[in-house]
């Protein structure tokens, strides 16, 4: 007679590694488990919490996006190779979801970068109505971006803006910023640093690559080409997010060809784990945030968003029409002649 052998597989708590744990039911068709130990919720597979769709699909979408995919194509290629077609709103909510995540997730590093600091600035096109104007200063050394902004106009305070927040990531003050002939950033860098700090006005193309401001003008091209087939923005705060995914992303998970390889955090001596978006969406949920997502309403206030017309529009203030003194009492305005009552 022969012996039939069984395995048994054992469930293990992705949190603490514990055995203790039971089923805790299915959402949308994947099974949970409750761990008696740490009394924290799991899957066992590489679904993400609170969603049916395996984390592959969405990290690729996100990278895929980044990387300067259209939406469509990102639906072409995980109809392809998924069999999986999501609309374009939900790609939408992963990319605004995982955007959010990768600017809390590395906010709070501060890069070793060097001594000499590159500043300028591009228009670029958003739909062929209005454009913006980006902001940017990278490290030399490194070609880590420090700080990026963005405006509808160049004045001192964007530029002053630019250069507070660059010295708020690098915790330091260069020896030479190097910037174009913009005006702005003259009383901006002296604001800031005062005589600390070197301004050195150049150009992208002076023979001397010391003092040439070239890297931050192919940095700006790989944003333009990247923002080709990007979705039209039609608001200032849907700009901002994609401005934070893009420092994100090209500090952290884009590997730099003049870098032998490296990111640029990496070339400013950053440990960190979430190497790209993959990694990110598989970071376990803190227990917090877990527990407020059951028991805590959710009670949310949307910020309101001002349309990009209404932002680049401006606004005159009405004048009171001017009155032409004719003599013996008599002016002219701007309905005809009339006597003055005084």
Known sequence: MAIKETTTEVITCKNCGSTAVVKFGTYKGVQRYYCKVCKRKFKVDDTLFHMKVPAEY???????YYSGMSVNDIRTYLKQEHNYSPSNSVIYKWIEKYTKLARKQFRDYRPQVGDVWVADETILNLDGEHSVWFYDIIDKDTRFLLASRVAISRTTTDALRLIEDAQKRAGKAPKQILTDSQNSYIDSIEKTFGSETEHIQTTPFKKDDKDSTSEIERFHGTLKDRTKVFRSFRDIDTLIDFTDGWLVYYNYFRPHESLNGKTPAESAHLKYDVKD???????????????QTHTVPKFTTRKAKIPMDKTMSRHRKSRKPKEVDLGMGIVQGKHGRHLRLN
Do not use: F, G, H
């Open 277 to 291: 978006w993959a990694d990110l969406a598989r970071l376990p949920v803190t227990k917090q945030t877990e527990i």
């Open 58 to 64: 969405v990290s690729s979408a996100v990278s895929m």
